[in-house]
T-cell receptor
């Protein structure tokens, strides 16, 4: 079945440093979604990318969807302590079910 | 945005008892709700898709007799963990899609942390 892989699993950065997490799917995705889960919380929708090569920005967050629509990335510029959490990418499989990547846990040292 | 609630937020029970978890869409109708399970430091694993007015669709490896799902209305789905055992301890999260809004965004409930002693 479809697999969504995410790397790295953990990332520790100093506040102010940049952070990137990468997502790769074994199959072409119709769209990709990104979620953030704070420690002890539940996943919160961040964004959805639909078009091949699409780039979207939300303040310090930049999301990219690959040309082949099989990979995506989330880049955070100048991390802050409020960015702490686990970032998940997710894509729909052919059955219409949302499949999550393993997540990247970000910790930020002040 | 759309709001999904879950009740209870946490529950501790003895081994062998059954636990019911409710998932409600508060300001929209959800013909389909999803139940996920999450272990500490792990990703969300889809357990089943709950369809209003019909039987739930379970993912491979998920025991339907163990995890009973009922979707009685367009705003309520319940997950009952029957004869719970310590290995059922986990974070259970439901989500719903608002099809009338046309998007594929899933709105997640706050989750229910189940601890089975």
């Amino acid at each position: 079945g479809q697999q969504v892989m995410q790397i790295p699993q953990y990332q520790h950065v100093q506040e102010g440093e940049d952070f990137t997490t990468y997502c790769n799917s074994s199959t072409t995705l119709s769209n990709i979604q990104w979620y953030k889960q704070r420690p002890g919380g539940h996943p919160v929708f961040l964004i959805q990318l639909v078009k091949s090569g699409e780039v979207k920005k939300q303040k310090r967050l930049t999301f990219q969807f690959g040309e082949a629509k099989k990979n995506s990335s989330l880049h955070i510029t100048a991390t802050q302590t409020t960015d702490v959490g686990t970032y998940f990418c997710a894509g729909y499989n052919q059955g219409g079910k949302l499949i999550f990547g393993q997540g990247t846990e970000l910790s930020v040292k002040p | 945005g759309a709001v999904v609630s879950q009740h209870p937020s946490w529950v501790i029970c003895k081994s062998g008892t059954s636990v019911k978890i409710e998932c409600r869409s508060l300001d929209f109708q959800a013909t389909t709700m999803f139940w996920y399970r999450q272990f500490p430091k792990k990703s969300l694993m889809l357990m089943a898709t709950s369809n209003e007015g019909s039987k739930a669709t379970y993912e491979q490896g998920v025991e339907k007799d163990k995890f009973l799902i009922n979707h009685a209305s367009l705003t309520l789905s319940t997950l009952t963990v029957t004869s719970a055992h310590p290995e059922d301890s986990s974070f259970y999260i439901c989500s719903a899609r608002d099809l009338y809004r046309g998007g594929r965004e899933q709105f997640f409930g706050p989750g229910t942390r189940l601890t089975v002693l």
